[in-house]
């Protein structure tokens, strides 16, 4: 462990001897009277990659030069577009590459996996999830439980933290599916709450969740790209990602979708299909009967969105380069910083900051609520060049992201948060 100290020179020291320093210098950072802004809304909108622009302008010029005959012409032919994304995504989930395939949006791709893995019966037909969720993950899970015609009250089970906490003790989420062992249809739990930063165990409780005979499934929008992810090896049945947070796609990109492998050769599953999930060996002779591709993109509805690709494959070829390992090698120093200057002025403020971020399972986020305030502190550091994400009443969260974020940006945020309290 590192003893860490609140100066300018000890966090430019470690951003000096960071291995992963340069990597800031390819993203645009925002700017605030000439300086860099204190970025720490990765975990909403990752920055930009100063490539994005290229990969955009080849596909432009591809398509001025060739139009429709850009689907076989292209530098990056757009028939396969989707194809030369797979190899690089499967790493950063820990996925076979037949498993995960980039289509569509993240609440899209929710509802469309829940059409094959969620089907209830009169006897099994109950979703258990965190409480708390993100709300587009809550309205998703209700208007299923209602499209088969269940009530939520009866179908929904969401997990709560212990009075006055803010975690969700695992245990709990053991026990409610042990109560619930014969009518639990599926599980949907986000691997990384938006709002506490908690992480869960999702081996475990894929695990828990199978042991009752229930589907398994996991909303990676906090997770994908933030933490090292082995969603084949956990078993879990499905996941969606969002490709615009922690893996700097750009706003609403095009978004991630995992299918194990156990499901691929289940051609009975029930979904919703598109030409773009027939056999693509045979999709271009347009029949009209359905050939399911046997691998994830069985999932796929439509051609692929190559503007959104492009700029996703910039960004992918960065995080390709450097690695999910080191990564997290990075952030957990980063964040561990970041926990220790809140703790610093803690100790000037009186306690008037309280992480609530589990300290052992966290990614690289922090929740913070700050008491006594309100969102004039939010505004305050923002005049002041810091962007972190507010959450009302009082919750302010920071994302310090190892690709770009550094040592000294923290040191700078704590300066800062110190003046304004
Ligand atoms: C960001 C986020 C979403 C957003 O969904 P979109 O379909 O991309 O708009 C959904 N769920 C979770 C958990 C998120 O963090």
């Given at each position: 462990m590192i003893n860490f100290r609140n100066t300018l020179d000890f966090a430019k020291e470690l951003d000096s001897k960071d291995p992963l320093k340069s990597y800031r210098q390819k993203f645009h950072i925002p700017q605030h009277n000439n300086s860099d802004m204190v970025y720490f809304t990765g975990n909403s909108l990752g920055l930009q990659p100063k490539t994005t622009k290229d990969y955009l302008q080849q596909e432009l010029n591809d398509w001025a030069k060739y139009g429709v005959e850009g689907h076989f012409l292209a530098k990056n032919p757009w028939l396969s577009y989707h194809e030369i994304l797979t190899d690089k995504t499967a790493k950063i989930v820990g996925a076979q590459p037949t498993e995960v395939v980039m289509m569509n949006q993240l609440t899209v791709n929710l509802h469309l996996l829940m059409v094959s893995?969620?089907?209830?019966?009169k006897q099994r037909f109950k979703i258990l999830c965190e409480a708390k969720a993100f709300p587009s993950d809550q309205y998703a899970l209700q208007s299923q439980i209602k499209f088969h015609g269940f009530k939520v009250e009866d179908a929904l089970i969401e997990v709560v933290p212990r009075d006055g906490e803010y975690e969700i003790h695992h245990d709990d989420i053991y026990k409610a599916i042990q109560e619930n062992k014969d009518t639990l249809a599926l599980i949907l739990i986000g691997g990384v709450n938006y709002f506490s930063g908690q992480v869960f165990d999702m081996k475990g409780i894929a695990e828990a969740g199978h042991q009752v005979g229930a589907m398994v499934g996991f909303d990676l929008a906090h997770a994908a790209g933030n933490l090292k992810l082995a969603l084949h090896d956990w078993n879990v049945d499905f996941a969606a990602w969002c490709?615009?947070?922690?893996?700097?796609?750009?706003?609403?990109s095009v978004a991630g979708a995992f299918v194990h492998e156990k499901h691929h050769k289940n051609t009975d599953l029930p979904l919703f299909a598109g030409w773009w999930g027939h056999d693509k060996t045979t999709r271009f002779k347009m029949d009209r009967e359905f050939v399911p591709m046997e691998n994830v993109e069985r999932w796929q509805l439509s051609n692929a969105p190559i503007l959104s690709m492009a700029a996703y494959k910039a960004s992918l070829d960065i995080f390709d380069e450097v690695g999910m390992e080191k990564l997290n090698e990075k952030s957990k120093v980063l964040t561990a910083y970041l926990e220790f200057i809140v703790e610093e002025i803690n100790k000037q403020k009186k306690n008037s900051l309280e992480i609530i971020t589990p300290k052992a399972n966290r990614g690289c986020q922090i929740s913070i609520v700050a008491h006594g305030q309100g969102k004039a502190l939010y505004n305050k550091l923002i005049e002041n060049g810091v962007i972190p994400d507010w959450r009302e009443p009082n919750v302010i969260r920071c994302a310090p992201v190892p690709m770009y974020n550094s040592f000294e940006d923290i040191y700078r945020f704590g300066e800062i948060l110190t003046k304004l309290l």
């Open positions: 893995f969620y089907r209830p019966t490709s615009y947070k922690y893996l700097n796609a750009g706003p609403g």
